[in-house]
């Protein structure tokens, strides 16, 4: 089955700084990469997504760029800003029918709680 | 307002106290999943449905059976509770296929004693 790894678990950036989190996956068949942001006791909200046909994709001060090659993706932050503080968490879509069966859904990683210093 | 509904948000019960969280969306989405959320283990797929009557095992489907009688709700049954069971739930539904963008519920948060 699919396996993602996310890094860092926690990362502290300074206000207007860029903030960086990396993915990783292991099903070569993976080909839809979202990404969550999830404040303090609320629910994931998608930010968000590529498909494994996009290398970049870019909505403001957020983007995300995919390595296919190297099975990895990575969501990148600008000009960050108090209201980005939040956990973040990267996904891959497991691809049932090309994976011999399993699960059809996301597999996700185990997050990154972004803090934002003034 | 297109949104998925989960109930109850919170609830305390005890060990092999049969119960069930319902999920409705009203977005006419086929896909609607089931998650648990523990902390440092992220988000983990519990069943999950392609359509009514149409469902599935995700990755921990251990102590849980869903029912998909209709398209817009999705239960989650724990037939006999356990402590380890206790986690913060969230359903989620998408137009067709998992690989489009899911909408979160905004969870429930159940306490196995």
């Known amino acids: 089955g699919e396996n993602v790894e996310q890094h860092p678990s926690t990362l502290s950036v300074q206000e207007g700084d860029s903030a960086v989190i990396k993915c990783t996956y292991s099903d070569s068949a993976s080909n839809y990469f979202p990404w969550y942001k999830q404040e303090l006791g609320k629910r994931p909200q998608l930010i968000i997504d590529?498909?494994?046909?996009?290398g970049e994709k870019k909505d403001q001060r957020i983007a995300v760029t995919l390595n296919k090659t190297a099975k990895h993706f990575s969501l990148h932050i600008t000009e960050t800003q108090p209201e980005d503080s939040a956990v973040y968490f990267c996904a891959a879509h497991k691809n049932w029918m090309y994976s011999g069966g399993g699960a059809d859904g996301l597999t996700f990683g185990k997050g990154t709680h972004l803090i934002i210093q003034p | 307002e297109a949104q998925v509904t989960q109930n109850p948000r919170y609830l305390i019960t005890v060990t092999g106290k049969k119960l069930t969280v319902t999920c409705s969306q009203n977005m006419n989405h086929e896909y609607m999943s089931w998650y648990r959320q523990d902390p440092g283990l992220g988000l983990r797929q519990i069943y999950y449905?392609?359509?009514?009557?149409?469902?599935d095992k995700g990755d921990v489907p251990e102590g849980y059976k869903v029912s998909r009688k209709e398209k817009r709700n999705f239960p989650l049954i724990l037939e006999s509770p356990s402590p380890n069971q206790t986690s913060l739930y969230f359903c989620a539904s998408s137009l067709r296929v998992s690989n489009q963008p899911q909408h979160f519920g905004d969870g429930t948060r159940l306490s196995i004693l």
């Open positions: 449905s392609m359509n009514v009557e149409v469902t």
């Open positions: 590529i498909r494994s046909n996009v």
